[in-house]
């Protein structure tokens, strides 16, 4: 079955970094378009970043542009999210998520504390 198992996840101090990973399987990972959403408590979920399926095209949000990077190993079905230059604004839960028209696969999520 479709499956994504984000790991990476844990409590880091401000300007602090984490790498995010995210394994992929039960689909052909090289076909889609892949992304992080984040959720904090009390909020909608957002989107962080998004790469398309050969990873030259890549979209961030504002508030994570030049702190972090979206990338791809399509022979490794895995997607990362290096986090650098942490604040206390990013504590979230962080999500995969598979583009699958006309589906949107997520993972269960891992935890981000960014606090000091």
């Known amino acids: 079955q479709v499956q994504l198992v984000e790991s990476g996840g844990g409590l880091v101090q401000p300007g602090g970094s984490l790498r995010l990973s995210c394994a992929a399987s039960?689909?052909?990972?090289?076909?889609?378009?892949m992304s992080w959403y984040r959720q904090a408590p009390g909020k909608e979920r957002e989107l962080v970043a998004i790469?398309?399926?050969?990873?030259?095209?890549?979209s961030y949000a504002a508030s994570v542009k030049g702190r972090f990077t979206i990338s791809r190993v399509n022979a490794l079905n895995t997607v990362y999210l290096q986090m650098n230059s942490l604040k206390l604004e990013d504590t979230a839960v962080y999500y995969c998520?598979?583009?699958?028209?006309?589906?949107?696969?997520w993972g269960q999520g891992t935890q981000v504390t960014v606090s000091s």
């Open positions: 998520s598979a583009h699958r028209p006309p589906n949107q696969t």
């Open positions: 039960g689909f052909t990972f090289s076909r889609y378009a």
């Open positions: 790469i398309s399926s050969g990873g030259a095209t890549i």
